[in-house]
């Protein structure tokens, strides 16, 4: 991985003012473009019916137990000393 990094410096070291200035311009607008594509899918996504993407259901309710568990046990762990 040092290496990898070492490699990129002595590129970016090894361009002229120019084709750094060229390089930044190509990233920024490579960036642009992303950042304007992404956002334009958000807005055109916002009108979109919800059933389409994503089924929401309501949470039905768990049956409860109708008789007390620990009492049923029949344990008397505190009654011995």
Not at 35 to 41: E, P, R, W
């Amino acid at each position: 991985m040092h290496s990898l990094e070492q490699r990129l410096q002595n590129y970016c070291q090894a361009l002229s003012p120019k084709e750094r200035l060229i390089s930044i311009l190509i990233l920024s607008g490579a960036f642009a473009v992303a950042s304007l594509c992404i956002t334009i899918n958000a807005f055109y996504n916002i009108n979109k019916p919800v059933g389409d993407s994503m089924k929401i259901e309501h949470i039905k309710q768990l049956p409860l137990q109708t008789s007390d568990s620990i009492k049923s046990l029949n344990l008397n762990v505190y009654d011995r000393r």
